[in-house]
């Protein structure tokens, strides 16, 4: 019994692993690459290519610049009586109503109600100083330049809401107008004076 | 090892490719990340804080306060609202033309006159698509009257009233270090300055939380209040507390320099303007 034993030593194993070179299957090579392409999909259809700007529910530039709020009419009225309520509105009174004695009123004024604006732009942008009727009031005025550091998407605002509130009913005024104005502004170094005011064109 | 110049590669490109996703990546992107303007205004967002409330982010961050509260609102959605702002000279012609706009186009209906106070621009149609508030606005606008669209951040956390619009990279521009969190034991801060802007209202609420919100689960912060026998005449800064949550007579509670900046700091989270990565219509 012992005898057969030796004879028939214990064989290795016929699929003992080796040591060999392989390489990765081609078909991973091929998945992992279209993963990647399908990532590089994703992330444009989601962040707009890492757009910084570009957000959560909005999944491109120009969904984004479809819900911009537009600064319509009652924006800009918004806006232009914020403005007015903080730097106007210290003298010309949160009503419109002015100051007896001190501040004309803009509600129902006749340099407010103009059919365009281009001289009532002036007012704000290079001040008045003098003798100045309001409704049929003597007023002398010493008005500085209070709007010339105002931008012109402010100014439109401001003069918008003085135009058309408080019972004055005129149309709006835009940024690009109040450009225009600002543009034909020469340098004077002294607030216009009543007289200077009435020969410019309404 | 046979390798060595293969596996040194190999792991210079898996470490390199990570350090360009995780930090090259985003400082390209939100690096120079500087002041915005807000939209349809000449403001800017945001505004650095005051040294107090600069001080106050730090006794934030001492606190632990990012381990119960966030500092981002979600957003999920975006919905637009539809407002009639001048209904022209001919009213007739505008409410018949986005009558039939309502029957031939599906758009929902609102019965929003129902709820229409006089003086006030009336909503036409609330929570509709951005296609369907644009083919209103141009049937309305056809007929001679005016229409707006509202832009409107939908979610739950905006519904919930924690802000009124996502957070954006701008928000946390003043942060150092930005205080995200992500567990909300407490509500989202990101918008507290503008939610509740009274300092002593901040102040009776780190003293008792109780007293102010009731049922609230927010641990009271004492510490950073003294609690004194009054001198010769009570301290101005004394809390005002309701009796349950008073001191004995003849004290008083006044908050420490801590709790004061903590105060600071919470009132200047303001979330509240239109941005334009941000929008909203703002009423």
């Known amino acids: 019994m012992s005898g057969e034993a030796k004879s028939n030593p214990p064989q290795p194993p016929a699929s003992e692993p080796g040591i060999a070179r392989s390489t990765v299957p081609v078909w991973i090579i091929v998945l992992t690459l279209m993963l990647l392409f399908l990532g590089m999909v994703y992330f444009d259809h989601h962040s707009g290519w890492f757009n910084p700007q570009i957000y959560g529910p909005y999944t491109s530039a120009d969904q984004l610049e479809s819900y911009q709020p537009k600064s319509g009419e009652a924006a800009m009225l918004a806006h232009g009586k914020a403005r007015y309520d903080q730097v106007c509105g210290l003298c010309h009174g949160l009503d419109g109503l002015g100051k007896p004695g001190q501040t004309p009123p803009l509600a129902g004024s006749e340099w407010v109600n103009t059919r365009d604006f281009q001289r009532l732009a002036r007012i704000p942008l290079e001040g008045v100083s003098g003798q100045l009727a309001v409704k049929g009031q003597a007023w002398s005025l010493s008005m500085p330049a209070m709007g010339a550091a105002m931008t012109d998407a402010d100014l439109a605002g401001v003069l918008t809401y003085i135009r058309s509130s408080w019972g004055n009913q005129n149309g709006p005024v835009t940024a690009a107008a109040v450009k225009t104005v600002r543009a034909q502004l020469g340098l004077h170094p002294q607030p216009l004076t009543a007289e200077a005011l009435k020969a410019l064109p309404e | ?283």
């Open chain 2, 1 to 283: 090892m046979k390798n060595g110049f293969l596996i040194f590669l190999a792991s210079l490109v898996v470490l390199g490719g990570s350090w360009c996703a995780f930090v090259l990546a985003p400082v390209l992107q939100l690096g120079g990340l500087k002041q915005t303007t807000v939209l349809n205004s000449s403001d800017v967002y945001p505004v650095g804080r005051p040294g107090e409330a600069n001080q106050g982010l730090q006794v934030y961050r001492a606190e632990g306060c990012a381990a119960c509260h966030t500092e981002q609102i979600q957003q999920s959605g975006v919905a637009c609202d539809v407002v009639l702002t001048s209904v022209g000279t001919n009213e007739t012609a505008v409410r018949k033309a986005f009558e039939n706009g309502l029957k031939q186009n599906n758009w929902p209906l609102f019965m929003t006159q129902n709820f229409h106070k006089a003086g006030e621009p009336e909503m036409l149609l609330i929570n509709v698509s951005k296609e369907i508030a644009d083919a209103a606005v141009d049937t309305i606008t056809a007929a001679g009257g005016k229409a707006e669209i509202h832009i409107i951040a939908t979610g739950p956390d905006i519904a919930r009233g924690w802000g009124r619009r996502h957070s954006v990279a701008e928000d946390y521009l003043y942060d150092n270090p930005v205080q995200l969190g992500s567990v909300r034991i407490g509500p989202d801060l990101a918008d507290e300055g503008a939610r509740s802007p009274d300092a002593s209202w901040q102040l009776l609420h780190l003293y008792a939380p109780q007293s102010v919100v009731k049922g609230s689960a927010m641990p009271p912060y004492r510490y950073l209040f003294q609690i004194r026998q009054i001198g010769r005449e009570p301290s101005p800064d004394a809390l005002n507390l309701p009796k349950a949550f008073a001191p004995p007579s003849g004290y008083e509670v006044v908050p420490k320099a801590t709790a004061r900046e903590l105060a600071a700091y919470l009132l200047s989270l303001r979330a509240d303007v239109p941005l334009r990565d941000a929008p909203f219509s703002s009423r």
